[in-house]
């Protein structure tokens, strides 16, 4: 314990800074917009003060705050740190005010627009550092309530079913996920990670599911799976992303890619893997056959989009269940002499990957926002050609987001790939090879966005283009140089987690 509740502070300061904004709704919406970047700006420099009292060779949580909060039902409100959290705090902290930065123009009521996503950063920070399933499901369930706002109020012409979709598919997935806990308590009296990881490990978890009757083992981790499944997404319970991503306000479009698809793998580790492992195991080979139709079919399905927004979404679908099938391909594996340096590759993959994708996807829908705005709202592949000449120094910050989402060596995200497969390659090789489809998919379309968009004959109006503003670099900028930084020298992330996940791979299921 610390005499600073750091992240009681991570996670309320946000909301204070929403519940200010949305008082003071006289203020200029120059100053709502600065006071929404400042307050957004604190989940970074706290991050960084949490960094500076973590201690990576510990893999147990640290900074722990866990009070009494409801005796009768043995609720406690209890938050933790550890490397996978402290990455993904710190991805949120850069992240988010991107966000804010790249909505700064933003005319309509900015200051809910701000508050809102306030609202929305503060719970996914909640849902990062939470270890008692009351409060981190409050928390898990009040980010969707400013994010459908914000997709239906500033999203596109088909917003709104966008944003009821949305809402319908997590909260229908929610409901499964709910029930399950519900029966997990009903059997051991807890709703705390820790110890329901604890009594999973010695055994006795699935004993009490199953004094409940045969079948409760396996219903409850199916419930749980289903919440975090529509989440991440994984395939086939994606449908609901292409819509809402291409919807979304350039900002919200960052968010939602950067961070929120986060919390669903967040969920597959801190919950599915530690609690359930025994039933993750079983079913690890079919789940694995769904991360591939992922991996597969979403890259050959960017293939075919025109618009823009949509092939970065299928995009971020694919990359994100590069990460799932290395999670089922360590559920799956045998164990062998290898078996903990692979899973402690994979895990490092999927850490690594997750705050690569977060970077080079946010980036993306930034620059697919910047040809938006400067063409009067046109999204589609045809409606451009030699932007390169007309917009150089965009077409420099943009071709780098391309190459690293696709993986080039010497930027951040071939580290993350390579990883991921090394593991994946470990335990299941077929698997790994079938994945190589959608890496060659994935050269195709985003080769075919630079070459469409960027070379070419000019097309109508290109050519009064202007090139980035110093607003526009300035949000681009912090993305662009960590897919450098982490190209060359991934250990800086890498040293956060990797002790954690050793420890994990030294007890594998």
């Not at 939602?256 to 599915?272: D, E, H, N, Q």
């Not at 099938?325 to 799956?332: E, I, P, R, S």
């Amino acid at each position: 314990m610390t005499s600073l509740p750091i992240l009681s502070l991570l996670v309320f300061t946000p909301w204070i800074g929403a519940i200010v904004l949305a008082t003071f709704r006289a203020l200029p919406p120059k100053t709502a917009r600065w006071l929404g970047l400042l307050f957004s700006l604190s989940t970074l420099a706290l991050g960084c003060v949490a960094l500076s009292s973590f201690s990576p060779a510990t893999p147990g949580m640290q900074l722990v705050e866990k009070h009494a909060w409801i005796s009768a039902l043995n609720v406690h409100y209890h938050l933790g740190l550890d490397g996978l959290s402290l990455v993904l705090v710190l991805l949120t902290g850069l992240i988010a005010p991107l966000a804010l930065l790249a909505s700064w123009r933003m005319e309509r009521s900015p200051h809910f627009f701000n508050a809102l996503f306030l609202a929305l950063q503060g719970a996914a920070i909640g849902v990062f550092l939470a270890l008692d399933f009351v409060h981190w499901f409050l928390f898990w369930e009040l980010s969707l309530v400013p994010a459908f706002f914000l997709l239906k109020i500033w999203g596109g012409p088909g917003a709104a079913r966008a944003a009821y979709q949305f809402v319908i598919y997590t909260i229908g997935g929610s409901a499964f996920m709910l029930l399950g806990f519900a029966a997990l308590y009903a059997a051991t009296g807890s709703f705390d990670f820790q110890g329901l990881a604890a009594m999973a490990a010695d055994g006795s978890l699935t004993a009490k599911l199953a004094s409940l009757g045969h079948f409760w083992p396996q219903a409850v981790f199916l419930g749980v799976l289903l919440g975090l499944a529509v989440k991440v997404p994984l395939y086939p319970f994606h449908t609901w992303l292409p819509p809402a991503y291409a919807e979304a306000p350039t900002g919200l479009s960052m968010f939602l890619t950067g961070v929120m698809s986060k919390m669903g793998l967040y969920g597959f580790l801190r919950i599915l893997w530690p609690i359930f492992p025994t039933q993750l195991h079983a079913a690890a080979t079919p789940l694995l056959w769904l991360s591939l139709g992922g991996v597969v079919l979403s890259a050959f399905a960017a293939l075919r989009q025109t618009d823009m927004k949509r092939m970065v979404a299928y995009s971020s679908i694919n990359h994100l269940s590069y990460c799932l099938l290395a999670l089922f391909a360590v559920a799956a594996g045998s164990p062998s002499a290898t078996a903990g340096i692979e899973s402690v590759s994979a895990f490092n993959g999927i850490a690594l990957q997750m705050f690569n994708h977060g970077l080079s996807a946010a980036a993306l829908f930034f620059c697919v926002g910047v040809l938006e705005e400067r063409s009067g709202g046109k999204r589609s592949l045809a409606d451009f050609g030699g932007v390169r000449t007309a917009m150089p120094v965009f077409a420099g910050f943009c071709g780098i987001a391309l190459f690293s989402s696709l993986g080039l060596p010497g930027l951040n995200g071939f580290v993350g790939e390579f990883l991921l497969f090394r593991g994946i390659f470990g335990f299941t090789p077929w698997a790994a090879a079938i994945a190589t489809l959608g890496l060659l998919a994935t050269a195709l379309f985003l080769l075919t966005f630079w070459q469409r968009v960027f070379h070419g004959p000019q097309g109508a109006g290109v050519a009064q283009y202007r090139d980035l503003s110093g607003w526009e670099i300035a949000t681009l900028v912090p993305a662009i140089a960590l897919m450098f930084v982490l190209g060359v020298y991934p250990q800086l992330l890498v040293q956060l987690f990797n002790p954690l996940f050793t420890a994990w791979s030294a007890h594998l299921p």
